[in-house]
């Protein structure tokens, strides 16, 4: 029985993507939600899961299948941008649970393709608030001038990448490893040392 204020939300996306500029009238799309659910209280992973989101507006190029993995016919099976935002409130509670990301591109790209669809934001509001930028958290911990990238950060960390680089499950699950990681330093937001939560009360 998990305790859903416990709960983190460790989010990576996938977006279409070229090795030049867009072509024309394409922009960047989501088409793959990574999502791990943290039990920060037991400090493990919980679950796994993945949301393909079929582009509206791009298409998926041969740059982009070589450093997801991620084919056109696989994405395009996927579900609309609306639909993944829906699943992300209503099967992963996203308006209400806290949620990480690797750096500030996963909320800026969920920002910026909810005003272009029309679509309601799917994390709750304010953004600085509920979301934690891992990457920085993690600079910060360890004393870096430079972010790293996510591979790069569990190194230091002791960590092994499980799975493929560049697929957002994946790297979800590895992200959600480096959080639990800085949660045992009492480095996390809202943790004393030994990984010990405190109540929303009392966080900063």
């Not at 960047?28 to 679950?47: C, K, P, Q, W, Y």
Request: charged residues 25%; aromatic residues 6%.
């Amino acid at each position: 029985m998990h305790h859903e204020s416990a709960l983190l939300n460790v989010i990576d996306v996938e977006a279409t993507c070229w090795d030049e500029q867009p072509p024309p009238g394409s922009v960047h799309e989501i088409i793959e939600i990574g999502l791990t659910v943290v039990d920060m209280s037991a400090g493990r992973r919980v679950s796994r899961h993945r949301v393909l989101v079929r582009p509206a507006r791009s298409t998926v190029s041969a740059f982009c299948t070589e450093l997801t993995g991620l084919t056109r016919a696989e994405v395009d099976r996927g579900v609309t941008f609306a639909e993944a935002c829906r699943i992300l409130v209503e099967e992963y509670a996203a308006g209400e649970r806290p949620w990480a990301s690797w750096g500030e591109y996963d909320r800026r790209q969920f920002a910026r393709q909810s005003r272009a669809d029309g679509v309601a934001y799917p994390f709750g509001r304010p953004a600085e608030r509920t979301h934690t930028n891992a990457k920085a958290v993690f600079a910060a911990a360890y004393g870096l001038h430079k972010k790293p990238g996510m591979a790069h950060a569990l190194q230091p960390a002791g960590l092994p990448l499980e799975g493929r680089h560049h697929r957002g499950e994946d790297d979800a699950w590895n992200i959600a490893a480096l959080v639990l990681d800085l949660r045992g330093r009492g480095a996390w937001p809202g943790t004393t040392a030994g990984g010990q939560c405190l109540s929303r009360d009392h966080e900063a």
